[in-house]
């Protein structure tokens, strides 16, 4: 006897979009309750977000609160769910972080094995910001993690999970 299983992807550009609108809200109410970037500047990290979440280049992305002195105050990390289709769709919210207008927000994309040199070229022109490596440690080993949302269209998600003091 033999059994074959065959894979196939429920969800369109569309409910990426819709999911990736969700995730862009999180980052605007991030930006204006910290006060660490401009909402301007939430809308450019999500734009070249949603390009790579298009392209099937993104695998996560964690947002941090760094104080003046470095010290991390808060973190979020977005996590594609693109095969599962078993995440709920929550609304955005409950990101009301700590104001912190001398510190600065630290944003460390993670990308699929599919985000090669050549997907590299052609996405970089179309990017409103400038990306370059990390080493940054985004364990957030000095801070508690806490349940966070999920957000999903058909069978593409976020999982979203929050860490705090």
């Not at 999180?26 to 970037?37: F, N, P, Q, W, Y």
């Not at 990290?45 to 996560?60: N, Q, R, T």
């Not at 910001?129 to 957030?140: G, L, Q, Y």
Request: with cysteine; charged share 30%.
């Amino acid at each position: 006897m033999s059994q074959t299983a065959t894979r196939t992807e429920t969800y369109s550009v569309a409910d990426i979009e819709t999911v990736m609108r969700r995730v862009k809200m999180d980052l605007m109410m991030i930006a204006s309750s910290t006060g660490a970037a401009t909402e301007e500047r939430a809308k450019e990290w999500a734009h070249d977000i949603d390009l790579l979440a298009k392209g099937g280049y993104l695998k996560s992305v964690d947002v941090t609160i760094l104080s003046g002195d470095k010290k991390e105050l808060k973190a979020t990390c977005f996590t594609i769910d693109a095969e599962s289709g078993t995440l709920s769709n929550e609304r955005p919210g409950d990101s009301l972080w700590p104001r912190c207008p001398e510190g600065r927000l630290r944003i460390v994309l993670s990308y699929t094995h599919h985000y090669d040199s050549a997907a590299e070229e052609k996405l970089t022109p179309k990017f409103k910001r400038t990306w370059s490596p990390s080493t940054a440690d985004i364990s957030h080993a000095s801070l508690a993690s806490k349940p966070g949302r999920e957000y999903s269209s058909n069978g593409y998600g976020v999982q979203r999970k929050d860490f705090g003091q």
